[in-house]
């Protein structure tokens, strides 16, 4: 199941970009809304490798996914791929200059199933996929205006 949100900003397209790969915040952006965040790698600048345990509560169960950058092509492509026991995920944010001080990110996410279980609860959730498109939006809308308004302050 793929989702896909674009949303213009108010900021130039290498400051976004670099907002969407500062790690380090996204990292505490997570811990701030109840996951748990553990790095699973050494590497002491960003880029592909770089790998966490990311923790979390969803419908009364603990989840666990592994996520890693599997693409890091400044100023415009960062890739990552996640695994759960679920679940295989692919995320990829594009940034796109519209004007010197104006740029779009491009959100994707896609899901896809590892047993028969997955593929069950995603033909489920396809029934509501217009209503999840609307959440996946909005949710991608506060995250990237969170990203936004802490590359300004910086």
Excluded: Y
């Excluded at 290498?14 to 699973?40: D, P």
């Excluded at 999840?132 to 969170?146: P, T």
């Amino acid at each position: 199941m793929k989702f896909s949100t674009r949303r213009d900003v108010d900021l130039a397209a290498e400051a976004l970009f670099r907002a969407a790969s500062n790690f380090h915040a996204i990292e505490r952006m997570l811990v701030r809304r109840g996951a748990t965040v553990r790095r699973l790698d050494d590497l002491a600048a960003p880029g592909v490798g770089m790998r966490w345990l990311i923790g979390f509560d969803w419908r009364g169960r603990h989840r666990e996914v592994t996520a890693e950058v599997a693409r890091l092509d400044a100023p415009e492509l960062l890739v990552l791929n996640g695994t759960s026991d679920q679940f295989d995920l692919v995320i990829r944010m594009s940034v796109v200059a519209l004007t010197r001080t104006k740029s779009r990110m491009i959100f994707e996410t896609e899901a896809r199933p590892r047993s028969m279980k997955a593929r069950l609860m995603l033909q489920t959730a396809k029934l509501g996929k217009a209503q999840l498109d609307r959440k996946f939006g909005r949710r991608i809308g506060e995250f990237i205006a969170d990203l936004a308004s802490g590359a300004q302050a910086a």
